[in-house]
């Protein structure tokens, strides 16, 4: 294997490399974004993918045809290396770019790809995904959200819960019954919903963290145009399938826990153990380097569903494995944290004692939610054994 870059590689990182030293993250600082409050996160967050828009850095794998840069493999990991270095903030529109965006390139009608592409990149548009229900998460098929047709429009009844960002989205996309009879998994169709449509309300949920990011959404009839209908209506499963094998892989390959793995061992760098430093430790020493070479590991197993992606393909069950093997990472981090730090990792966001002014704090509340969300680490390897392996079932 040849693992040097070639010319237009080295040219592709000068050029990103370039453009992020002259336009940094506006009013962003990495070492206190956790400390603002989910308001003022969400602005820098969307205010920075506009930024990248402009420069044409947003979705840079994407087609061209759909505003992306067409980029290869490895300029992908070129891109992700260098938004690492740099600990860039993540993008506003992640229910777009990750979910609906590359599900509508698969499966959407010209007009729809014509019509919602465009503003996703741009960040005009936000998007939140309402599949999960109070009776269906995990057997997220089981859901009761019915559409019965009328005319032109569908109207929609019913709830969903924990919709992330629902309360910043002007677009949802949504899992709803249309044939009560059939079986479960073939009864369902996928819609495009307008969130400002009369009939939905949206009541913020607060977490552990004390912020309130996801949502209860109720619908009472809420009028859906029928072109808003992705795949065939009672087919919406496996549109929803590929939404989801989409938002899996992308836990693979995100540059996060890269950075903090850095920022742990910078950390390590600072506090003692029994009168040294705790990086002079040979067993904090060996668990960094563990942590690291995982990280590294996810992180070209995630270029590997790239690969197929690039191919035209959606990812595949495999993504399960990215990202079931990143959120359980992400977690023995921040434990390890917790007791590298011993008492002070409690002292919460903003107290002056707090390492990082209480970082390690928020991230020990805030990390679970990576092994839920998505889809959790039992789905996850009940995937993994049924569809990547294959293995009987007893
Ligand atoms: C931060 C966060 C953001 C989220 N954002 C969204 C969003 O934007 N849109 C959305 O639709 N949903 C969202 N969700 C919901 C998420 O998809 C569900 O929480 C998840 O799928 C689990 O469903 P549940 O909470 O109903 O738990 P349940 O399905 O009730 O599961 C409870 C427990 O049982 C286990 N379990 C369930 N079934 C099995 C099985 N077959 N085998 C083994 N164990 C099993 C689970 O692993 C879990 O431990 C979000 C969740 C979180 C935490």
């Not at 840079?60 to 600990?87: F, L, N, S």
């Not at 903030?89 to 007009?111: D, K, Q, V």
């Not at 309402?130 to 429009?153: I, K, M, N």
Request: with cysteine.
């Amino acid at each position: 294997m040849d693992f040097d870059y070639t010319p237009q590689e080295e040219a592709f990182r000068q050029q990103l490399r370039s453009w992020l030293a002259a336009n940094p993250p506006e009013g962003y600082d990495p070492d206190t974004f956790e400390q603002l409050d989910e308001d003022a996160r969400f602005d820098i967050q969307l205010q920075w993918q506009k930024q990248l828009y402009k420069a044409g850095w947003v979705g840079i794998h994407w087609p061209k045809e759909y505003g992306g840069r067409g980029a290869t493999v490895i300029e992908q990991m070129i891109y992700q290396q260098e938004m690492a270095r740099v600990r860039a903030p993540g993008l506003a529109n992640f229910g777009g770019i990750s979910l609906a965006g590359p599900t509508l390139m698969h499966w959407g009608t010209e007009e729809q790809k014509q019509r919602y592409i465009p503003k996703i990149l741009s960040a005009e548009e936000i998007w939140c995904q309402g599949y999960s229900e109070p009776g269906a998460g995990s057997d997220v098929a089981s859901l009761q959200t019915r559409a019965v047709e009328e005319g032109d429009y569908f109207v929609v009844n019913g709830q969903k819960v924990w919709t992330s960002y629902a309360h910043k989205a002007d677009y949802c996309i949504l899992l709803t019954r249309t044939d009560s009879h059939a079986p479960k998994h073939k009864g369902i169709s996928y819609l495009l919903v307008d969130m400002r449509t009369p009939g939905i309300t949206v009541r913020p949920l607060q977490q552990l963290t004390g912020d309130a990011d996801f949502n209860e959404v109720f619908f009472e009839d809420v009028r859906v145009p029928k072109a808003n209908l992705v795949g065939e209506k009672n087919q919406g499963w496996q549109v929803a399938v590929t939404t989801l094998m989409f938002e899996r892989a992308n836990f693979g390959i995100t540059h996060q826990i890269e950075a903090y793995i850095r920022r742990l061992a910078e950390v390590a760098g600072r506090v003692q153990i029994d009168s040294h430093l705790a990086t002079e430790d040979s067993v904090v020493r060996q668990k960094l380097a563990q942590f690291y070479i995982e990280a590294q590991a996810i992180k070209y197993n995630g270029l590997r569903q790239l690969t197929k992606q690039l191919r035209g393909g959606p990812p595949g069950p495999e993504g399960s494995i990215g990202k079931l093997a990143a959120s359980e990472l992400n977690l023995r981090v921040v434990h390890f944290a917790t007791e590298l730090l011993g008492p002070y990792s409690q002292l919460a966001l903003g107290e002056e004692r707090g390492i990082d002014e209480g970082y390690w704090s928020r991230r020990a509340l805030s990390t679970r939610l990576f092994t839920i969300a998505a889809g959790t680490s039992e789905v996850m390897r009940n995937i993994i054994g049924d569809r990547v392996l294959e293995l009987p079932k007893g």
